[in-house]
């Protein structure tokens, strides 16, 4: 396998980021190569560090290390603004995608590269441990569209208020595609977070083969809770509120999908790892050796 | 070779003198029969859009070429129009002038509006059209053909294309669009029944709206409109229901005072609901009082002035391309009369080598018939003489390759025709 550190990916999300600037300034089909190549180039390094992480964890990235979970969110959204950014030419995605991807590699840096040994020495807890991640992953990604879509929606509703022209390198879909990604992804996050939180707490108090891998009373699972909590109230009130405008929508996606990333992220920072004061070491009582790129 | 154009266009010529000069579609057939039949050597692509009549003329051989006169007689005779009254505005360009004036035409250089993007389709259909007609040839093909190359480069490679410069379009693409997502499930009320409304309704319907609703005070004139884009026409006593119904409202009374005041307004919103709604107020005096627009987050109010500003900025941005823009019609001028003056000299330059291999071949056959032990080494001989030949004519037609740089070197070409013995 290839030598890739996360500096390599890191560098190419940045110039990608750096030549999604420069279009605002002016737009050529040659600029616009340059930085999908970027950040396809990103991409690939992103994939081949992640696998090659897998191979000496012994485990999927989703479970290897708080800083390989960390490192899949950020390949998730990365892949989705290729997606976007190749099918919609027009789309200024990246302006405000880029800088999540950023933030979410860079924080991964700093975070616990050890690997989780509990995961690997029991089947039945490494499965709901899969799910378990997956739920947590896919809900932040759906967050961080929110938090995406509430932003853009923001910028165009300042602008159409305010009676400018369209930024030649601005260019946003309307409000009313905006306040349905909005809608959207804060109803998939949600859900998709509470299937995160369940399996969570279900992964904690079931007896899969061993002792519970963590504590309900530890610190993060407690605030993760309180967040939780805090979704299901915006939750309630976008169903139930009588008409709100996309405006109200998108400044509430906003604080609560800003707070849920925030937190999530920042616990992990703060903490290391949610799981990191409970391993147990596998029944040989053989831990992994990784080899640190980063 | 000769290329030429004559023309009339928005620069030279008032719009009573365009509309009497233009071709119709259906006239063309006959315009280029005649023009063929007056010069059989010579090839034709006729232009006429609303802005501009443009005849281009070329001819390989310099035979009788059609003069800027016997062209205007042509515009006299055909359209019965009499000479004294257009002479002066009928403009002509030879050579790379001609040439410079088509791409900075194709490209819209040269359009009322800069940047506008109809003309190249025009400059298109009027080159297919020509070559229906079998009026044109291998000089007007390659011109028009490199014309609408020129255009697509300018586009792609400058901003002159960028932005909307027209009210109704900056209206629906830079706000209408940032608005909605769709305008076929949205209901459209037209509120009076001016010039500009209807150009609005026009990109409305190409955007798919279909629900159209059309009150004014006058009846007759509503329907008028409502008949065009196939809208129902609603009495000017039911507009604060219409109101409360449209989700787009194009507005152009231009009654004083405003037509709709922050109160009225109000209470149209009580009845429909905090749903988005854009509204267009293109009256002067204005129809909407300007404090709508902070009523609520779903009130998009844009006035005349609004949207004559963006207009403005992006007219601006557009003309600070010009440079740039006439960089690349310079560039490709130069280069296809290069092309063009080395095409001339084609044949010249054939014919010399043709006469020169045809000397050596003959003489070669005559030296091996005469000493046939040498044909062992015929290869080698005949290789000799060829090299021997190139080194001959080398000088001369470098020469004539470096004149071909500036121009068709016509002197130059009948010194060697002369010279040499070159006969057609």
Partial sequence: MLHVTIFCFLASYLVAFALELGRLLGRSRASRFVMIGFGLAGFAAHTIYLLNRSQQTHLPPLLASTHDWMLVLAWVLALSYLFLTLVQKELAI????????????????????????????????????????????????????????GLMY??????????HAEHMGLKMPSLARLAQANRWSVMLAFLLLTLGFASGVFLAVAPLGGTPSVNLSDRAVVISGVVWCLWAVLFAWLLTHRAPTGRQVAWLTISGCGFLLLTFVGLQVITGSIHSNSQILPAGGQAFEVEHDG | MNLQVVYCNHHSANLGIRERLAFSRAQMPKAYARLRSEFPQAEWVVLSTCNRIEVYTAQEDSGRRPSHEELANFFADFHQVPLEEFFDDLLERTGPDAVRHLFQVASSLDSMVLGEPQIVAQVKEAYALAQDEAASGPLTNSLFQRALNVAKRVRTETLLAEGRVSIAS???????????????????LVVGAGEMAAETLRYLTDEGAKKVLVTNRTRDRAERIAQDCGGVVRPFEQLDQCLAEADVIVSTTGASPPLVDLERFRRVRAKSGPKAV????????????????????????????????VCEQNRLARSREVA?????????????????????????????????HGAVGDELARLFSRLPHLKK?????????????????????????????????????NALKRLFRLHD
């Fill in chain 2, 324 to 356: 740039r823009a006439l960089e690349i019609v310079e560039r490709e001028t130069d280069k296809f009369m290069s092309e063009l003056y080395h095409r001339a000299t084609g044949p010249i330059i054939k014919r010399l080598r043709e006469q020169y």
């Fill in chain 1, 154 to 163: 923001l910028v165009q509703h300042h602008r159409l208020k305010t009676r």
């Fill in chain 2, 278 to 309: 854009f509204i267009l107020d293109l009256a002067v005096p204005r129809d909407f009082e300007p404090a709508i627009r902070d009523l609520d987050d779903n009130v998009f109010l844009y006035c005349i002035d609004d949207l004559e500003k």
């Fill in chain 2, 377 to 413: 080494d015929r290869a080698e001989i005949e290789r000799s003489f060829e090299q021997l030949v190139n080194k001959l004519l080398h000088p001369p037609l470098e020469v004539l390759r470096d004149e071909a740089r500036e121009g068709t070197p016509h002197g130059l070409m």
């Fill in chain 1, 94 to 149: 990246g302006l405000f995608a880029l800088p999540i991807v950023l933030a979410l590699v860079a924080s991964a840096y700093f975070l616990n590269h050890e690997p989780n040994t509990v995961m690997n020495a029991e089947r039945a807890r490494r499965h709901w441990g899969m799910l378990h991640a997956s739920f947590l992953v896919f809900g932040l990604t759906s967050a961080a569209c929110g938090f995406l879509s």
């Fill in chain 2, 170 to 188: 900056v209206a629906i693409a830079d706000f209408g669009k940032g608005i909605f997502d769709r305008f076929d499930d949205k209901t459209v």
